[in-house]
């Protein structure tokens, strides 16, 4: 079995950010026995390939709203701002604290296509760990992203994504902590634009639960690809600052809020239950975002938890 000690974006996150007032950009998390902490383990170092498993019927446009993205996390600093090159640069706090002077730099790596469903319809997460293992596993982070018509154990109904790690069959990321030194991590997130829009790709549709406010417009024009934008940035955030399961997080380690989770709901300043907060509209679209990509992209992604200030930090 794999091992488990990972974040997960959860439906119960989410209705925490609609229903209670917990966190808001700017603030400090005032929970005084859930304080944000480092737990001595490794955070992911050095150059590391995201690799990219498509399981499912994906157009081209749809791979694009991802793939650009990912190339976008190590896009040059002097492209507009606010980036998501920025967005990821903030992590750098958390190696800072621990002065390490090795933070990690993404980049797109490889991508495999898998449209006949090699394994089904209906996954567990078993199988999930099968696809994440069948691209390389040498300093990389293996992303599966499962198609709307696919129906993965506890999507919707738990989570929206997860990552975690796994024993290597080849030489993995380099790490100080031999405990970790044959696994390799990956991410999976699903696309809920048929099953679980609410639950999922908030604010770009209605929620399910708590406060209602009118959908935002999604700023590729795909609400479900929008929405596994946000989720694979909240993941990604998680696995570089919390890989194994003993890096910074807050709360138990079996149920772990991490750099995104730890501010649920939050994407710019004003934020609070069932308002995302005050974000950047395009002119031309009326779509919401608050941070710019590679080819011209928007995207909306989460506010991260800044460790030096212990409050959640937004790009607008």
């Not at 600052?241 to 649920?264: K, R, V």
């Amino acid at each position: 079995m794999a091992s488990k000690i990972f974040s997960q974006i959860t439906m119960q996150l989410l209705m925490l950010a609609l229903v209670f007032n917990v966190v808001f950009a700017g603030r400090v998390l005032l929970q005084e026995n859930m304080l944000f902490q480092y737990h001595k383990g490794p955070l992911l170092t050095g150059k590391v390939s995201i690799n990219l498993i498509w399981y499912g019927q994906f157009k081209p446009s749809q791979r694009a709203v991802i793939s650009d993205f990912i190339t976008s996390l190590s896009s040059p600093q002097s492209q507009v701002q606010p980036s998501v090159a920025a967005w990821i640069k903030s992590t750098d706090k958390y190696y800072s604290l621990i002065k390490s002077k090795n933070p990690v730099e993404l980049a797109l790596g490889t991508q495999i296509l898998d449209e006949k469903y090699s394994l089904g319809k209906p996954l567990k997460m078993q199988q999930i760990e099968q696809l994440a293992a069948k691209n390389g596993q040498v300093n990389a982070i293996n992303v599966v992203l499962t198609s709307s018509d696919v129906a993965v154990e506890g999507f919707c109904s738990s989570k929206c994504g997860t990552h975690g790690s796994l024993p290597s069959e080849q030489t993995t990321i380099v790490q100080k902590n031999k405990s970790n030194a044959q696994k390799f991590t990956y991410i999976w997130v699903g696309n809920s634009e048929t099953q679980c829009p609410g639950q999922c790709a908030w604010p770009f549709h209605q929620p399910l639960y708590g406060p209602q406010s009118p959908p935002l417009v999604a700023p590729n024009n795909d609400v479900g690809m929008d929405g596994m934008v946000i989720n694979l940035a909240s993941l990604l955030a998680g696995t570089v600052t919390n890989p194994f399961g003993n890096g910074y997080y807050q709360g138990p380690a079996t149920a772990p809020l991490e750099a995104a989770s730890a501010c649920p709901g939050i994407y710019a300043k004003g934020a609070y239950p069932g308002y995302a907060g005050n974000l950047l509209v395009d002119s031309a679209t009326g779509a919401s975002y608050n941070c710019n990509g590679v080819n011209g992209r928007k995207y909306l992604l989460p506010a991260l938890f800044d460790p030096t200030s212990n409050s959640c930090s937004t790009l607008v």
